[in-house]
């Protein structure tokens, strides 16, 4: 394919903002649909290769049997989703799998456990597997629920590159979809594991019956962090049969651009990451999501407990689109200089 300007030398004069309004992410949202696409594709190549997509691959290491109560997620024990339950994995089959995913191309390695939070005799296992993938070369990545500060200085003392923990919605729609915590326990982990010097990843779910208001909001929650988070998984809610959201109206593909596309915004220099949901997506919707900024996604033909385009897909998709995966190395280029406060559009001070 022929070599193009695919990034736009102007980032260093574009200041990153955390002082987003409720009225200027709902009027992004809002703005005439090419005038969004047009401006989020500015802002994507002036900090990234256009064409370059970050490959994430995932694996339950503990499936089901959740104490809390998410209306979305087949693994809660209080819903029937027939899911079977099953034990922390074998470190050394989370490695050998992690292996696989690197052979296949992924970089980072996003592993995941059913808690609301891990318990001590847990952590053992899960600092080993930490281990074990990083001696690979890949990236990792942990979503585990809720951590304690001995949790937190346990896995960042492994070398834990990434956690992920998802705001999921806005704050206003939250109870509408957990009960069992709250959105501030959610803020209240981000910040700690922020403050322990690891990479945050942390987005959330569209297509719950949330509306355009709720959107911006997450966005701007997000947005408005101390740090961006590094990484932005917006998920199109996988209605699952036997969760309360099982009948949920689905989104318009539209307006999940639109939602991609003001994260894009919003988070500048964060890996924005069309997450799940892809198998419901034609290649034209996918298309219009790499268009407005999405650069990442994941990989191989599962998720967690949910399927996924598998790899035949995802090569012929870019392919067609002429997208490649972007490298570990080409993907450390791209992170950013520390924000420092005096490099800061505040609103407090302004
Ligand atoms: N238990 C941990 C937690 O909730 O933080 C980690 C695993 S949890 C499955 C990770 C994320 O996956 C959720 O925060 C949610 O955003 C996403 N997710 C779960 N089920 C989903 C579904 N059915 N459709 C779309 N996204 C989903
Ligand atoms: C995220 O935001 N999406 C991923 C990852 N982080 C852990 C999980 C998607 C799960 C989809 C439903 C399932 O596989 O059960
Ligand atoms: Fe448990 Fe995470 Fe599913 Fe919520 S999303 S029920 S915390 S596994």
């Not at 024990?77 to 292996?99: D, F, P, T, W, Y």
């Not at 949790?151 to 990434?162: K, T, V």
Request: proline residues 3%; charged residues 25%; aromatic residues 6%.
């Amino acid at each position: 394919m022929a070599s193009t300007v695919t990034k736009l030398d102007t980032a260093a004069n574009q200041p990153v903002r955390h002082n987003w309004t409720r009225a200027e992410a709902l009027a992004l949202y809002d703005l005439p649909f090419m005038d969004l696409l047009f401006r989020a594709q500015t802002v994507h190549r002036q900090n990234f290769d256009a064409n370059a997509v970050q490959m994430s691959r995932l694996l339950s290491i503990k499936t089901g049997g959740c104490a809390e109560d998410c209306g979305y997620c087949s693994q809660s024990a209080h819903h029937e989703s027939g899911l079977k339950a099953s034990k922390l994995m074998e470190v050394q089959r989370v490695i050998a799998e992690a292996k696989k995913a690197k052979d296949a191309g992924a970089t980072r390695y996003c592993m995941g456990a059913a808690w609301r939070s891990p318990k001590s005799r847990d952590m053992d296992a899960v600092v080993a597997m930490v281990e074990g993938v990083k001696a690979l070369g890949m990236e990792t990545c942990m979503t585990l629920g809720m951590l304690s500060d001995d949790d937190i200085a346990r896995l960042s003392g492994a070398g834990l590159d990434y956690y992920n923990h998802n705001v999921d919605t806005s704050e206003a729609y939250y109870s509408k979809v957990i009960t069992t915590r709250t959105y501030a326990d959610r803020l209240d982990t981000l910040a700690r594991v922020r403050d322990a010097g690891m990479k945050v990843c942390s987005g959330g779910i569209v297509g719950m019956g949330e509306g355009p208001q709720d959107r911006a909001d997450m966005l701007m929650t997000l947005a408005n962090l101390d740090e961006h988070p590094e990484s932005v998984p917006i998920n199109m809610l996988i209605a699952i049969t036997g969760t309360p959201l099982e009948n949920a109206e689905k989104i318009d593909a539209i307006d999940f651009v639109r939602t991609i596309a003001v994260a894009r915004i919003m988070m500048p220099r964060s890996f924005v990451r069309l997450s799940a949901g892809r198998t419901e997506m034609s290649d034209e919707t996918q298309a219009l999501c790499f268009f407005a900024g999405a650069n990442s996604i994941f990989v191989g033909g599962t998720l967690l407990t949910a399927e996924n385009p598998g790899e035949d897909s995802d090569s012929r998709l870019f392919a067609k689109l002429g997208l490649k995966p972007l490298e570990l190395e080409a993907q450390s280029s791209c992170e950013r200089e520390p924000v420092t406060p005096a490099g800061r559009q505040d609103a407090r001070s302004t």
